[in-house]
Each structure stands twice: as structure tokens, then as C-alpha cells.
């Protein structure tokens, strides 16, 4: 594995960029079928967990997916995770004004976070769990997830995914290109694949869903794949 950044070089991206990040439209551009994503993890965990009290946002940004979720089920108590302090002070101003119950916000990096058992009826990470290194890391946050959850609560995933063929991920790789190319051209492709590069670590989607089946998930589901990128996620018996 080349040198990736660390987890203060990505806070501080991430940092300087909330602006962004608080319109889906701009901060998830670079992401294909993002506001698809979006509506379909939203609309999903208002038919499985319409009853749901306690939501969990790991990488929560500006709170683009709390948010949703709390037009289709107001009044959520909401817990944000993210590692910007200036991305999670937003997220805490829109997710209040919005509605929410009890907001609690977590500045640190999910690896670190000690998740309480059987506390959330759902859990959602949008495009961060791509900064998890290693296989043992990837481990670790699956079972943590599945503790934390109720029984019948959902975990739900969106995010850049590679594929395990190499003509596959070839090909994938280069339909998005085509997009990023398409929405600004050849420079904001190349940007965008260079922070790709020097960041992310990113897992096949088959990984992750054979990982979600060995810590405990009973039921499984993909909502959405397209090119590099999938929405997909489990349920807890």
C-alpha cells in the first residue's frame, strides 16, 4: 500500500471545505448517483425502521443524510460522528433547526469510538468508511456497528467501492472518469483522482458484504451500485 494520509491531513481537508459539503448538490458531486443514494437509504429506513428513536451519522459531514432521514422521521435523537469539529458544529446547527431530539456530537475517528450496545435503531455512514486501512480496521467497525444497533435496527452504507476483477475495476474506473470529466473536465477528473489516490483505501463491494454476513448481519441488501460506487447495507436479527 502506498503512503496515504493521515487521519490529521484528512481532518484538515475536511476542515477547510464545510461550505461545500452542506449542499449535496456540490459536496457529493464527485460521488455518482449520490442524491439517489441519499433518497433511497432514506426512504428504505422509513419502511424497515419507521419506529426508530436513535440514529447514528459515522463521518456525518455537514449532516446531508440526518438530515433526510428526519423528513421522513422527525424527531429523531440524533448521534453525529465526524472528525471536523467545524463539519460537526454545522451538522449540529441544521439537524437542531430540522427537528431533531437529542443531538450528541463525537469529534474522533470511528476506529477510536466506543459504540454503546444495543443503542441505535439505525446507523448510516456516507463516503468515510473508504478511510479505513487495513482488514483487521474494517473488522473492528462492522462489530461495532453490529453491537451498537437495537435488534431490527439497519446499517446502511454509501460509498466508493473497488471491484476484485482488475479488467472490471479498469473498466469501472474508467466510466468514472467519463463522469468526472463530464461534470468540470479533465483537470477536476484529475484533482479528484489524485485526492482519491492519496486517501482512500477503498473495499470491493463483495468484500464488504461477505464482512457484513460475518459479523452477524441476518438479512442483507444492495439498494444501488453504479460504476465505483454502491449503496447497500444489513439488518440485526
Same mark, same amino acid.
Given at each position: 500500500?502506498?503512503?496515504?494520509?493521515?487521519?490529521?491531513?484528512?481532518?484538515?481537508?475536511?476542515?477547510?471545505?464545510?461550505?461545500?459539503?452542506?449542499?449535496?448538490?456540490?459536496?457529493?458531486?464527485?460521488?455518482?448517483?449520490?442524491?439517489?443514494?441519499?433518497?433511497? $437509504?432514506?426512504?428504505?429506513? %422509513? *419502511? @424497515?425502521?419507521?419506529?426508530?428513536? /436513535?440514529?447514528?451519522?459515522?463521518?456525518?459531514? #455537514?449532516?446531508?443524510?440526518?438530515?433526510?432521514?428526519?423528513?421522513?422521521?422527525?424527531?429523531?435523537?440524533?448521534?453525529?460522528?465526524?472528525?471536523?469539529?467545524?463539519?460537526?458544529?454545522?451538522?449540529?446547527?441544521?439537524?437542531?433547526?430540522?427537528?431533531?431530539?437529542?443531538?450528541?456530537?463525537?469529534?474522533?475517528?470511528?476506529?477510536?469510538?466506543?459504540?454503546?450496545?444495543?443503542?441505535?435503531? $439505525?446507523?448510516?455512514?456516507? %463516503? *468515510? @468508511?473508504?478511510?479505513?486501512?487495513? /482488514?483487521?480496521?474494517?473488522?473492528?467497525?462492522? #462489530?461495532?456497528?453490529?453491537?451498537?444497533?437495537?435488534?431490527?435496527?439497519?446499517?446502511?452504507?454509501?460509498?466508493?467501492?473497488?471491484?476484485?476483477?482488475?479488467?472490471?475495476?479498469?473498466?469501472?474506473?474508467?466510466?468514472?472518469?467519463?463522469?468526472?470529466?463530464?461534470?468540470?473536465?479533465?483537470?477536476?477528473?484529475?484533482?479528484?483522482?489524485?485526492?482519491?489516490?492519496?486517501?482512500?483505501?477503498?473495499?470491493?463491494?463483495?468484500?464488504?458484504?461477505?464482512?457484513?454476513?460475518?459479523?452477524?448481519?441476518?438479512?442483507?441488501?444492495?439498494?444501488?451500485?453504479?460504476?465505483?460506487?454502491?449503496?447497500?447495507?444489513?439488518?440485526?436479527?
Amino acid at each position: 500500500m502506498s503512503i496515504k494520509s493521515t487521519v490529521e491531513e484528512i481532518r484538515e481537508r475536511f476542515d477547510n471545505d464545510v461550505e461545500r459539503f452542506s449542499n449535496l448538490e456540490t459536496g457529493q458531486s464527485a460521488t455518482i448517483d449520490s442524491p439517489l443514494s441519499l433518497e433511497l $437509504v432514506a426512504r428504505t429506513v %422509513a *419502511t @424497515l425502521n419507521k419506529d426508530a428513536s /436513535d440514529v447514528l451519522d459515522i463521518g456525518c459531514g #455537514a449532516g446531508n443524510y440526518t438530515l433526510r432521514l428526519l423528513q421522513e422521521l422527525p424527531g429523531l435523537n440524533c448521534t453525529l460522528v465526524d472528525l471536523s469539529a467545524p463539519m460537526l458544529q454545522r451538522a449540529n446547527t441544521r439537524v437542531t433547526a430540522a427537528g431533531a431530539g437529542a443531538v450528541t456530537t463525537i469529534q474522533q475517528d470511528i476506529r477510536e469510538v466506543e459504540l454503546a450496545e444495543n443503542s441505535y435503531d $439505525v446507523v448510516v455512514a456516507a %463516503a *468515510t @468508511l473508504h478511510h479505513l486501512r487495513t /482488514d483487521p480496521e474494517w473488522e473492528a467497525v462492522f #462489530a461495532s456497528v453490529y453491537r451498537a444497533l437495537k435488534p431490527g435496527g439497519s446499517f446502511w452504507i454509501t460509498d466508493l467501492i473497488e471491484h476484485s476483477i482488475a479488467v472490471v475495476q479498469t473498466l469501472m474506473w474508467e466510466r468514472y472518469g467519463e463522469y468526472l470529466t463530464s461534470l468540470k473536465g479533465t483537470e477536476y477528473r484529475d484533482h479528484v483522482w489524485a485526492y482519491i489516490a492519496k486517501e482512500d483505501t477503498p473495499k470491493p463491494l463483495i468484500y464488504q458484504l461477505d464482512l457484513l454476513r460475518k459479523v452477524g448481519f441476518a438479512k442483507i441488501e444492495v439498494l444501488h451500485k453504479n460504476s465505483c460506487f454502491a449503496c447497500f447495507g444489513g439488518i440485526k436479527a
